[in-house]
């Protein structure tokens, strides 16, 4: 039997870490040979709930699971961890302005970092939930200067699947005949979900999505804004943000962290850009295909970009800027 490894989940008396700690506790994730020890961690108001939480998963009776340890402590929550899920965040106010939010969650994601510098092990995967996630993400990663910057990414596997998920429904496929579909930037509605590369199996045959669906329009279109608007079409339908499939999502981001992606497929993850793969600048938390090996990522290089998404891919490098420059504003004075 492998040693037990210790996950943490923050945020998780929420919705989305009630959803996710089911598929953790039951191997789902990081298999079912493989023990865990749960760590949760919520804020104070929140302990007498997140008891309730642990006594669900206790009653879930998972073989996985060995140990859960519920806590409003970071230098308990953040001790030899081996996988960091940070979904905790500042939730958006009515009235509250875009960069009060940020430095809610700078402060936050400041403190984050600095417990995983100081409590975790250096081997930790860091994977940001909470939004704004590719900043908060870059917030921790900053504060945490003895972690390498590529343990850290933020979830943009939602919006991967999403895409993923429209294409398969215009052409009556499964979604595993679809791949190769990426999200370049920011997890906000300036994302550029691009279907450019993205490859389909009809009838056994590998095409093109754009030779299958023959509606440059509808992909230029319909489809992008679909994919960008989605996560508010769920909040106005259900009146909460979307937590199952934000829960699948991280299971789907975490377990190709742990084992890898298949061969000749990649995803997309918000991950740090080293300032040479597609004209992104250095030091942005950016969304990006990657492909992932020994639990290590690796950008898919030299794919050709045209002008139509290059023009969509720096309007959301914009955006990220502005935020990571009000970001690290708040970063030297909280
Ligand atoms: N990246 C994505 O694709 C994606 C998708 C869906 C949701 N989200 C984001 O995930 C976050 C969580 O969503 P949810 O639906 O679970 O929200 P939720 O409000 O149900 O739960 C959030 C939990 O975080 C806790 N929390 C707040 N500050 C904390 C802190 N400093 N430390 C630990 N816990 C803290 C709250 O007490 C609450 O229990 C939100 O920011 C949401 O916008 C991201």
Request: glycine share 6%; proline share 4%; aromatic share 6%.
């Amino acid at each position: 039997m492998p040693e037990p490894i210790r996950v943490l989940v923050t945020g998780a008396a929420g919705q989305i870490a009630y959803s996710v700690l089911l598929s953790i506790a039951k191997g789902d994730v990081f298999g079912k040979d493989q023990p865990l020890i749960l760590l949760l961690l919520d804020i104070t108001p929140m302990m007498t709930a997140l008891q309730g939480v642990v006594m669900e998963l206790e009653d879930c009776a998972t073989a996985p699971l060995k140990e859960v340890i519920a806590t409003d402590q970071e230098e308990v929550a953040f001790k030899d961890l081996d996988v960091a899920i940070l979904v905790g965040s500042m939730p958006r106010r009515e009235g509250m302005e875009r960069k009060d939010l940020l430095k809610a969650n700078v402060k936050i994601f400041k403190s984050q970092g600095a417990a995983l510098d100081k409590y975790a092990k250096k081997s930790v995967k860091v994977i940001v939930v909470g939004n704004p996630a590719n900043t908060n993400c870059l917030t921790a990663s900053r504060s945490a200067p003895s972690i390498p910057k590529s343990n850290f990414s933020c979830l943009t596997r939602l919006d991967h699947n999403r895409a993923k998920a429209q294409i398969a429904q215009k052409l009556k496929l499964g979604c595993n005949d679809v791949k190769n579909v990426i999200i370049w930037g920011n997890h906000s509605s300036t994302q550029y979900p691009d279907v450019t590369h993205a490859k389909v199996k009809v009838h056994g045959k590998e095409l093109g999505v754009y030779e299958a669906i023959k509606d440059d329009c509808y992909l230029k279109g319909e489809f992008i804004t679909t994919v960008q608007q989605r996560g508010a079409a769920v909040i106005k339908a259900r009146k909460l943000s979307s937590a199952m499939s934000a829960s699948k999502a991280i299971c789907d981001h975490v377990q190709d962290i742990w084992f890898g992606t298949p061969e000749g497929e990649f995803v997309s993850m918000g991950v740090i850009s080293d300032g040479n793969s597609y004209g992104i600048p250095e030091d942005l938390l950016y969304s990006f295909p990657v492909t992932i090996k020994n639990k290590n990522w690796s950008f898919v290089e030299g794919l050709p970009i045209d002008d139509f998404s290059r023009e969509k891919m720096d309007l959301t490098a914009k955006e990220l800027m502005e935020e990571k420059e009000t970001a690290f504003e708040f970063l030297a004075s909280v």
